[in-house]
Nanobody, 125 residues
Framework: QVQLVESGGGLVQAGGSLRLSCAASGSTFSNYGMGWFRQAPGKEREFVAAISWASGRSTYYADSVKGRFTISRDNTKNTLYLQMNSLKPEDTAVYYC?????????????????WGQGIQVTVSS
């Protein structure tokens, strides 16, 4: 099973940018489809973005972040990224990276079997 550790969160003003990273270890990173989810206080954990295995040819985004967020992966560094631009206060949440074994890329939370511990992103207005 792959272990995941997120970094890069913090406090940013509305309109600003952040890049989240997720370092993977313990298994062959390129075999996994990867995703980002987020959970705001009092809300369910929701899908943000996903990328397929290996070359990451297929990417998927929630409508709320499409055009603002970009998911990517560097298999040589065993790292997943989420570039977040034009941030809004409603993007404030704990962000989680996750791995799924089909490798195809998924938007469904139940498909992901490995999760990071999460990292806080706060966007001030």
């Amino acid at each position: 099973q792959v272990q995941l550790v997120e970094s890069g969160g913090g406090l940013v003003q509305a309109g600003g940018s952040l890049r989240l990273s997720c370092a993977a270890s313990g298994s062959t990173f390129s075999n996994y489809g990867m995703g980002w989810f987020r959970q705001a206080p009092g809300k369910e954990r929701e899908f943000v973005a996903a990328i397929s295995w290996a070359s990451g040819r297929s990417t998927y985004y929630a409508d709320s972040v499409k055009g603002r967020f970009t998911i990517s992966r560097d298999n040589t560094k065993n790292t997943l990224y989420l570039q977040m631009n034009s941030l809004k206060p409603e993007d404030t949440a704990v962000y989680y990276c996750a791995a799924e074994t089909s490798g195809l890329g998924s938007t469904k939370r139940e498909d992901f079997g490995s999760w990071g511990q999460g990292i806080q992103v706060t966007v001030s207005s």
